[in-house]
C-alpha cells in the first residue's frame, strides 16, 4: 500500500516505519495516525516481518507533537473521540502487538511524538534528541497515554515533574530515568536499533509475543499479571519453537525458530 506520510522499508526481517513529515517535524496529524494504524496492523499480520523499527523523517524531530491545527475546532466530545481513537487504533494496537517495536528517537519527541514513542517496547535516542510532554502549556493535559506510560516507566514523582512543568529533557537524562535504554550518536541511532532488533529476532517468535503479552498484563487494572505469566509459560510448551529450542540447547547447538 503507498502512504502519504510514512516511508516502509524492508531489510530482512526488520521493518522500517519512518514518519515523513520532515517539514511539519513529523507532526501527528489525523491520516498520519490513520496511516499509522494500517501500517502496524498489516506489519503485526506479515509473517516476514519479524520486528519493527519507528523512526522520524530527517535530523531533528522523531515526531514533534500532535498537529494542533486540528484541536482548534473540537469541544469535549471531539477532544474525547480524538484520544479514544488514538488509543485504540494507534498507541494500545503497537503496545499491545505481537511483535517487538523499537523507537529510534532521532531528535525532538514531544507530547504525542512521546507518547507513541513510549507505546513501543524499547526506546533508544540519539544525543540530540529532546523529550518531553508540554500539553498543559496549551491547556491540555497528555491524552495517548502519556500520564499512564511515563509514570510506569519512570516512576510517578518524575512523571509528574515533567508533565506539570511541561519541561523537556536530554537524552542522557531520559537514559538516567530509564525512558530509554540506551543514547547514540545520530549516525550510529538505527544501527544501534538494527544490533538491538536483530538480537531479540534470533529467540522464538511466539515466546516473544508471549513475554510482551505477560509484561503488559501486570498494568492492566483487574488483570492478575502473574497468572498471564503462568498460562503463557504453559502455552510455549506447545509450540515447535519450545521442542526446538530444547532440542538445541542438549545438542549444543544454535536454535533455528520457525514461529510454529
Known amino acids: 500500500m503507498e502512504f502519504q506520510n510514512l516511508l516502509i522499508e524492508n531489510k530482512e526481517r526488520i521493518q522500517y516505519i519512518i514518519i515523513n513529515r520532515e517539514s511539519k517535524l513529523n507532526a501527528l496529524n489525523k491520516d498520519t495516525l490513520a496511516e499509522l494504524h494500517l501500517a502496524f496492523s498489516e506489519a503485526f499480520r506479515n509473517p516476514a516481518v519479524g520486528g519493527i523499527i519507528i523512526t522520524g523523517a530527517g535530523s531533528k524531530a522523531f515526531v514533534a507533537g500532535a498537529d494542533i491545527s486540528e484541536f482548534a475546532s473540537l469541544d469535549v466530545e471531539g477532544g474525547t473521540a480524538l484520544a479514544r481513537e488514538g ?33 513501543c517496547h524499547i526506546r533508544i535516542a540519539s544525543e540530540t534528541a529532546k523529550m518531553g510532554l508540554p500539553e498543559v502549556t496549551l491547556g491540555l493535559l497528555p491524552g495517548y497515554g502519556g500520564t499512564q506510560r511515563l509514570a510506569q516507566l519512570i516512576g510517578k514523582g518524575k512523571a509528574m515533574e515533567m508533565i ?97
Not at 90 to 114: D, E, R
Not at 197 to 217: H, W
Request: hydrophobic share 45%.
Open 87 to 119: 488509543h485504540d487504533n494507534v498507541f494500545n494496537l503497537i503496545a499491545n502487538g505481537s511483535k517487538p517495536v523499537i523507537a529510534a528517537i532521532n531528535g525532538f519527541a514531544l507530547g504525542g511524538g512521546l507518547e507513541l514513542a513510549m507505546a
Open 164 to 260: 506539570l512543568t511541561a519541561d523537556m529533557i536530554t537524552a542522557v537524562e531520559a537514559q538516567q530515568f530509564g525512558l530509554v535504554t540506551h543514547v547514540a550518536c545520530p549516525e550510529d541511532l538505527l544501527p544501534k536499533a538494527e544490533e538491538l532488533l536483530q538480537k531479540i529476532l534470533t529467540r522464538a517468535p511466539l515466546a516473544l509475543a508471549s513475554a510482551i503479552r505477560a509484561v503488559n498484563a501486570g498494568y492492566i487494572d483487574g488483570v492478575n499479571g502473574y497468572e498471564t505469566e503462568i498460562v503463557e509459560f504453559g502455552k510455549c510448551f506447545g509450540t515447535n519453537d519450545f521442542k526446538e529450542g530444547v532440542d538445541a540447547f542438549l545438542g549444543k547447538r544454535k536454535a533455528e525458530f520457525k514461529g510454529e
